[in-house]
């Protein structure tokens, strides 16, 4: 079993729908969820990350993080256009200065379009 | 802020050839990263270096890959000799000490090994 699955997709949704993007692990060390963003020929872009369970908002996104599950999501509220990309989940366990331990450990990427 | 620089951006090579990438990291962030990125993948750390000195260097192919970060800043990449299966974007990122949740990723060299 692999550490994070996160399905490829494709996602394809129209302008304006809502999008749930989700990411299982298996690791229960894991403290630190990242969500990137990755445009084609580019690199990551963090949107986001959360320590250990709960919701954090940021404009039209929030992330959840369900431990007990070991599963977490990212939301996007009226999608746009610009918003098509890959996105990739992370996580990390907690290192000796209580922060993420830098390890990053990425699921696959789901590719989502949003459709005008 | 300038974000993390990488050059070159794109690279072909013939298996057995070295290849060798650069890395400037944002200003400031003592911890650099390099990954790869196998096409429909994830990022895999390759190394880690904090200032100057190696933290994780276990997922680096020793046989082939080598990597420095001379004075603390900027990060080469060096694979010799290269096989097909190195074909990949190669990604440099960066983050403040102590603050691995917050890594900023460069665009990236994008490697065909033919």
């Known amino acids: 079993q692999k550490e994070v699955e996160q399905d490829p997709g494709p996602l394809s949704v129209p302008e304006g729908a809502i999008v749930s993007l989700n990411c299982t692990y298996s690791?229960?060390?894991?403290?630190?969820f990242m969500w990137y963003r990755q445009y084609s020929r580019k690199g990551p872009e963090l949107l986001m990350y959360?320590?250990?369970?709960g919701n954090k908002e940021d404009g039209r996104f929030t992330a959840q993080v369900d431990k007990s599950s070991k599963y977490i999501s990212l939301f996007i509220r009226d999608s746009q256009p610009s918003d098509s990309a890959t996105y990739l989940c992370?996580?990390?366990?907690?290192?000796?200065?209580?922060?993420?331990?830098?390890?990053?450990?990425f699921g696959k990427g789901t590719l989502l379009t949003v459709n005008p | 802020e300038a974000g993390v620089a990488q050059s070159p951006r794109y690279k072909i090579i013939e298996k057995r050839q070295s290849v060798a990438f650069w890395c400037n990291p944002i200003s400031g962030h003592a911890t650099l990263y390099w990954y790869q990125q196998i096409l429909g993948q994830g990022p895999k750390l390759l190394i880690q270096?904090?200032?100057?000195?190696?933290?994780?260097d276990s997922q680096l192919p020793k046989d082939r890959f080598s990597a420095e970060r001379l004075k603390g800043v900027d990060s080469t990449l060096k694979i010799q000799p290269a096989k097909l299966e190195d074909s990949a974007v190669y990604l440099c990122a960066s983050s403040p000490r102590l603050a691995g949740e917050t890594q900023y990723f460069g665009p990236g060299t994008r490697l065909l090994v033919l």
């Open positions: 270096f904090q200032n100057n000195g190696v933290v994780d």
């Open positions: 690791n229960s060390a894991f403290q630190y």
């Open positions: 959360t320590y250990s369970s």
């Open positions: 992370a996580m990390s366990a907690v290192g000796r200065s209580g922060g993420s331990n830098y390890k990053l450990t």
